[in-house]
Each structure stands twice: as structure tokens, then as C-alpha cells.
């Protein structure tokens, strides 16, 4: 099954409207007609099966035939990460946390993170595809913090808060289950001590992932999946 994203302003009561690349893709790539049938989502938990009404050089229109809604499945993760200096793998950490359920996403700038430029239309444009390619029916929302205490001042919810650390290893205090967990994983240059200190203060707890040390996007795969799926 192919899936295509629609946010909710293309849609209006039965009919959606594809624009851009999903319908170039549809149109071009697929060569679906009129009267094929199209899944689309609309990132927020909706999967809709719909039949193709008409298609033009900038769009694709669709008609509802069947509508059905997905839980999000708990617990709910914000993931924080280290933005890095490579931007291709800043996208396969941000393509690799959506494969496998992050909820929220903060890329946030560490005190030894490298000089960056974070173009956050691409990262979206990333979120997306791995969404669509993993069939999954909710889009993370994606924010970029200035500094690690601003990401995490911006999270409502928090709930546990535990920081990706292979010096030392608190994972006994992670054997009861939470809804909420907020990871954290630092950029390429690691922690400061001020980043350390406020971790400290607001009582993070130390997960290591392993006696290596393990690369931004690689922890931030890793913890992700454990966390997502309950194996801490």
C-alpha cells in the first residue's frame, strides 16, 4: 500500500486534495487514474481510503470512502537531539525516530554543538516521507530549540526525563512504567557541565545505551525503540 499526506487544510468534508509533490508522485510516479483508489493520512491519526475524482497538472482530488481513526500508542515520546553539523545525518536521525513512533521531536542547539544550519522545511519534508513509508498516521511535530533548557521549557508534558549517557547507567530507577517519557541526546561534542548541571537539577535520569560510544543519530535510533516499545 502506498500512503500520501494530506494536512487537514486539504481537506474539506468527503473530499481531499493532494498538492505538490504527493501529486506529482501519484499522478507521474504511480500513473493512478481516475476511479483508482488512494489511502491517504492527514498526520493526525487518520487514515482515509478514498477513490480518485480528478487530476490536473497541480493537483489530485479525492473522494472519501472510508474513514478510520488510530490511537496514538503510549507511551508518548519527546525526543531531544543535539542538532549536528552533517545534515544528512541529522535527516536519518529525524527519518529513524518517526519510523519508529516518536511523538515530538525538539532539535536543539547544544553548548559544543558545531556549527549548523538547520532547514527545517527538509527536516519536515523528511518527517513525512519515513511517516508514510512506515504506514504510520501521525506526523511528530518537529521544533528547533536554541539551547537545551529552551527545548526543554517548550515540552508541556515531560514526564520521565532521561538523558542518554555512556558514562554511567541509572536504568533500575526506569523499571516502572511511565506515559510520558522525554529523552534526551546530545550533540556531537557531548554535554557541558552547565547542560550536566541542569539535567542534574531537573533530575534526568542516566540511561546508557551500551559500554561504546555510539554516534547522535545512532542513540537517538536506539533509545527511541527501546523506549517506544517498553524494553528499558
Not at 488510530?70 to 529525524?94: C, H, Q, T, Y
Not at 535520569?205 to 554516534?215: H, M, T, V
Request: charged share 30%; proline share 2%; aromatic share 6%.
Amino acid at each position: 500500500m502506498n500512503l500520501f499526506y494530506a494536512p487537514l487544510t486539504s481537506i474539506s468534508g468527503n473530499t481531499i486534495t493532494l498538492k505538490g509533490q504527493e501529486s506529482k508522485h501519484a499522478s507521474k510516479a504511480l500513473r493512478l487514474k481516475t476511479g483508482d483508489e488512494i489511502f491517504i493520512t492527514d498526520g493526525s491519526g487518520h487514515l482515509y481510503r478514498c477513490e480518485v475524482e480528478s487530476i490536473s497538472k497541480s493537483d489530485l482530488t479525492a473522494t472519501v470512502l472510508e474513514k478510520k481513526f488510530e490511537e496514538r500508542k503510549s507511551p508518548w515520546i519527546n525526543l531531544m537531539v543535539g542538532v549536528l553539523r552533517k545534515k544528512d545525518r541529522l535527516e536519518f536521525a529525524i527519518e529513524k525516530a518517526v519510523e519508529l513512533g516518536a511523538d515530538k521531536l525538539i532539535l536543539y542547539k547544544g553548548d559544543h554543538s558545531e556549527k549548523h544550519n538547520v532547514r527545517e522545511d527538509r527536516l519536515l519534508n523528511t518527517a513525512i516521507s519515513a511517516m508514510k513509508q512506515s504506514l504510520r498516521v501521525y506526523l511528530p511535530e518537529i521544533e528547533y530549540s536554541k539551547s537545551l533548557n529552551e527545548g526543554l521549557k517548550s515540552i508541556e508534558d515531560i514526564g520521565r526525563l532521561v538523558v542518554a549517557d555512556e558514562t554511567k547507567n541509572h536504568g533500575d530507577d526506569l523499571k516502572s512504567k511511565q506515559d510520558t517519557y522525554t529523552l534526551i541526546v546530545g550533540p556531537e561534542g557531548g554535554f557541558s557541565e552547565n547542560e550536566r548541571r541542569l539535567l542534574s537539577e531537573k533530575q534526568a535520569i542516566a540511561y546508557s545505551l551500551g559500554e561504546k560510544r555510539l554516534r547522535t543519530e545512532t542513540a537517538a535510533m536506539i533509545i527511541t525503540e527501546r523506549f517506544k516499545s517498553g524494553l528499558t
